[in-house]
């Protein structure tokens, strides 16, 4: 999340790192993964984790780099002892998504098993959020090359009846 996000929406983004990766460690110590080697869990981008090292920080924010990093503290310090927990106590899934297309999924529909805390919802401000929608604009010349895989359109009709 940008640095210039709203201290409330920061605090709430860090509370929910700090439960992601709890439950994290929690899974790590149940069934411990031998690659991490020890470790709780992997800050490897390729697993869909990541972080900022402290020069891509300065090189990212520039001059307002003490600043962000003063409030990114201090956010992060108010937040650290707090977790989100299901009516079972448990760690929730500290799931995110950056646009749902208007409305949330449903766990059920995303897990092996629904979660009581992740249900479907409105979600109209995703509408004006920057990537929600792209027009590409082909023409035929550039189109009619690439159909050809995709086979008989009656092939799909096919593929698209219900059960």
């Known amino acids: 999340m940008p640095a210039f996000f709203e201290t409330e929406a920061l605090k709430a983004q ?4 700090m439960t992601f990766f709890l ?13 991490l080697k020890g470790a709780d869990f992997s800050l490897d981008f390729s697993k869909g984790v990541g972080y900022l090292t402290d020069q891509q920080l300065q090189e ?13 503290k201090e956010i992060c310090q108010e937040a650290q002892s707090l977790v989100l927990r ?22 059920a529909d995303v897990f092996s098993e629904a979660r009581q805390y992740l249900v479907e919802v409105p979600s109209p401000g ?7 929608q792209t027009t590409v604009t082909v023409s035929p010349e550039d189109l009619r090359p690439r159909r050809q895989p995709l086979g008989r359109i009656s092939s799909w009709r096919e593929s698209l009846k219900p059960g």
């Open 23 to 35: 439950k994290k460690k929690e899974a790590q110590r149940a069934a411990p993964d031998e690659a």
């Open 14 to 17: 860090a509370i929910a790192s």
């Open 86 to 107: 299901d009516s079972d106590n448990a760690l929730i899934t500290a799931a995110y998504h950056a646009i749902s297309g208007g409305v949330t999924e449903a766990s």
């Open 126 to 132: 995703d509408t004006l959020a920057p990537g929600y």
């Open 60 to 72: 990212k924010w520039g001059d307002a780099y003490k600043d962000n990093l003063k409030r990114i």
